[in-house]
């Protein structure tokens, strides 16, 4: 039987699940890299740099959680093998740079990243906002948190 939260939506589910999957992937990417940049960040001023990529490790995942659930409201399949997330996600993953004390070029390349999460939901926003509300809120909600951890790297930046 098909859930109601499904039937209410009014776009091609399949297109919005191929969106959400690539979501998913993006942010299980970003989180992965944050953690990384976490435990690999050197030198002088590292510490609170360290911890901020930490809690932006955390709320990525959090956002895959929430992909997850959202597709699978939708009756689609998340992503199942981690190795396909390169493939799905909307972004390219930045491996972190040779030398871990060069924290400028980790906040350049995550201030880049976080841009093309700002983009993406953003779109996906506008696509929903008329045709799924529940998926347009979530993605609003997970938008605002990429504006504001674009404006937390620029602030360690002095920009």
Request: aromatic share 8%; glycine share 2%; no cysteine.
């Amino acid at each position: 039987m098909k859930r109601k939260g499904a039937q209410i939506v009014d776009i091609k589910i399949d297109e919005l699940i191929r969106d959400l999957n690539s979501a998913l992937a993006a942010e299980a990417l970003a989180a992965y890299r944050y953690k990384l940049l976490s435990k690999m960040a050197s030198g002088i001023n590292s510490e609170p740099i360290a911890k901020i990529f930490e809690e932006m490790s955390d709320h990525e995942w959090k956002h895959v959680s929430s992909f997850m659930e959202r597709i699978l409201q939708l009756e689609g399949t998340p992503i199942t093998n981690t190795s396909d997330w390169p493939k799905y996600s909307y972004s390219t993953y930045k491996e972190p740079p040779k030398d871990p004390s060069d924290l400028e070029k980790m906040i350049r390349d995550s201030i880049e990243d976080e841009r093309a999460a700002i983009e993406f939901y953003n779109n996906l926003y506008k696509k929903t906002q008329h045709t799924d509300p529940v998926t347009a809120l979530m993605v609003q909600e997970i938008l605002a948190d990429e504006v504001e951890d674009e404006d937390k790297l620029l602030r360690l930046l002095g920009e």
